[in-house]
């Protein structure tokens, strides 16, 4: 099939995020100027540079995440893990500005290092971030998308040794979580490797 998304697609469900897809789940901690921690989790989210080490998270609408990231410069993206999959679920729950999502799905605030928002201890990994950016993108025309894009440079890692074989992180151990669409989710539980060819002139 073909369609063209601006006249529809004719199915029961939008496909777009099935086919983009898994996406990384950016788990958000940020603080509010009410010093109330704030969880939330985004799958409009990955890394986009390895020098300097670079994030981005994409917030549709403007949810306290991105506003408190914006007003604070300062946010901590958690590994999303099989684990704390039911915790992550529930902290994505429409709570009032005030109410900690920490406490609501559970999990416990853990100091971070570098910056203000805390961390949540039962994660693998960590990462502290300032943020370098926020752009609100445009769609054809010119019209606004609605969206808030935050980007961050990563000065803070924080990572389980549990999840650390022969130096390297292991994300079956950690059970990376990802979002596929609709209401699907996965989890990496196996890997493979390929080594990336180098051009050789015959």
Known sequence: MFYEPEKGHGLPHDP???????RPIGWISTIGADGVANLAPYSFFNAISSDPHLVCFSSEGAKDSATFAEENGEFVVNLASMDLAEKLNASSVDAPRGISEFAYAGVT???????A???VAECHAALECKVTEVRRPLGLGGKPAGVIVVTGEVVGVHIDEAVLRNGRFDAVAAGNLARLGY???A???EVFEMIRPRWTQE
């Open 16 to 22: 777009f995020k099935a086919i983009v897809a898994p």
């Open 109 to 115: 605030e853990a100091p971070s290092r570098l910056v």
């Open 117 to 119: 928002p805390p961390r």
């Open 183 to 185: 209401r699907d989710y």
């Open 187 to 189: 989890a990496v539980t």
